[in-house]
């Protein structure tokens, strides 16, 4: 064998798990396909990277959707709280920004890569770059790799490909017909945490307005089938932000979607203040009434329209039947889905390595042993806020114990 462990894919989650896996006493290769590790690293979070998330472990379980359990082991083994610490010490400085949001303090995602470098330098990480692993199969009692002409061969591997969202920087889901030829189920990957476009879009005009915890809810065939609550960000195509794009996983064309604009508990109330504005200002116009509705000027003359309602509608000429239709506009406005953004655009992938076939307390393979896997070539997905990040690092975390510990019961 050349290694212990050969890694497929030089991400967060691959550099991670080199690295606990050699200050482990495992040798590790990390293949990477790129000229250098990292590259979707450095364009999370504008730049920025959005670490980690300061949430409590349940509101953690909750961000992964229905991938709760499958995540909690590795969460528990190499919790925020851990991953923070690593960093903190070792001389990259942390805050937290909005929502328990985790940066480093340079801003610079690049402050994130070189660290992880570095660490696996110090503990002997053979790193090789260029390499884009095409076939994998079994030898013997372990694996063998090809990679351009090489051949690469090790007891263990870690399969961290990645996903197949921003295809350009490497995650080109290679990982999934490298595993799918070893047996393993795939969950047809689509993109998650993209942006949606309604047809007949009627509110370019608002392009760059934002909205905080607007509830959001999803309907499909007339039947509502999931609600959330989340910032919003209006586009010159459509919408985003958190609240758009953690429910996108869920989106599929031709579903509704419902915006409500006003926080209040039903449409009824939103006509009595509705009535009260008319009758305290009856001489003012609608188009000023609705700003004691906390609403951007654009965005109500947005609603206006949609309802065929003139903004210049004075309070005292505002009849009953044109309130009913504005209240309603404003407790839900409505957009068809048309589409969801595509890989190009989306900052994670939903489907993947199906977890059933993965032993969430190790990460390895139940389909072919001393098969890992770690990050998002998974089909786990988590919400915008640094889940997607810290999932990457605690299943790098998880699967280098569990092949330590299988290294010593080997022995
Ligand atoms: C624009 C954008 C912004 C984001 N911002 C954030 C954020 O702020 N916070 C957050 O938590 N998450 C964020 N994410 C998501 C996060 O980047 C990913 O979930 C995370 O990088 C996954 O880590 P990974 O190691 O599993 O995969 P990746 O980071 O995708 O790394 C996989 C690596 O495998 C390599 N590879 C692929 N195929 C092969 C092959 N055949 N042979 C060899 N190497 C191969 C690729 O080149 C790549 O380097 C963002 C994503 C995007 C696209």
């Known amino acids: 064998m050349n290694t212990d462990i050969l890694i497929i894919g030089g991400g967060p989650a691959g550099l991670f798990c080199a690295l606990r896996a050699a200050a482990g006493g495992l040798s590790a290769t990390v293949l990477e396909k790129n000229p250098r590790p990292g590259k979707k690293l450095l364009v999370t979070g504008s730049g920025q990277c959005n670490l980690t998330n300061t949430a409590p472990i349940e509101m953690f379980l909750k961000a992964y959707g229905d991938k709760g359990r499958f995540v909690k082991p590795a969460l528990m083994e190499f919790p925020n709280t851990s991953l923070m610490e690593f960093f903190s010490t070792r001389g990259v400085s942390l805050e937290e920004r909005h929502k328990g949001k985790v940066f480093p303090r340079s ?15 110090q503990a002997g990480v053979d790193i090789r770059c260029n390499r884009t692993v095409t076939t994998l199969s079994r030898e013997g009692t372990g694996f063998r790799a090809t990679a351009g002409g ?13 996903g197949a969202s921003w295809p350009g920087t490497g995650s080109t889901g290679d990982g999934y017909a490298l595993v799918a030829a070893l047996g393993h189920r795939i969950v047809v990957p ?6 949606v476009y309604p047809s007949a879009f009627d509110a370019s005009s608002c392009s760059g307005i934002a909205l905080s915890d607007t509830p959001v809810t999803l309907w ?36 509704e979607i419902r915006l409500q604009l006003v926080r209040t508990t039903d449409r009824e109330q939103i006509e009595k203040d509705i009535i009260s504005v008319c009758n305290n200002s009856p001489r003012k ?9 906390n609403l951007p000027e654009t965005l109500i003359l947005v609603v206006l329209k949609r309802c065929g309602i003139d903004p210049e509608t004075t309070g005292a000429a505002f009849d009953k039947s044109s309130r009913r239709i504005l209240a309603e ?32 307390k190790t990460m390895e393979s139940r389909v072919v042993p001393g098969l890992y896997f770690a990050g998002e ?21 998880l699967a280098a114990e569990g092949m330590r510990h299988r290294n010593l019961e080997e022995l």
Do not use: W
């Open 107 to 121: 801003g610079r995602a690049g402050d994130i890569l070189e660290l992880l470098m570095n660490q696996c330098r």
């Open 150 to 162: 090489e051949n690469h061969s090790a007891r263990f591997v870690l399969v961290s490909c990645g």
């Open 190 to 195: 689509h993109p998650s945490l993209t942006p």
């Open 220 to 255: 499909r065939g007339g039947k509502k089938i999931g609600g959330r609550i989340g910032d919003l960000l209006f586009t010159h195509q459509g919408l985003s932000g958190p609240g758009i794009l953690d429910f996108s996983r869920d989106f599929q064309p031709g579903d």
């Open 285 to 293: 116009s609608l188009k000023n009434l609705l700003s004691g509705f």
């Open 329 to 360: 506009a404003l407790y839900g406005l409505r957009y068809i889905i048309r589409e969801t953004g595509g890989f190009d655009e989306a900052m994670a992938t939903a489907g993947g390595v199906d977890t059933a076939e993965v032993k969430s």
């Open 377 to 397: 070539v998974l089909d786990v997905d988590g919400d915008t806020g640094g889940f997607n990040l810290q999932f990457a690092f605690s299943s790098g975390a």
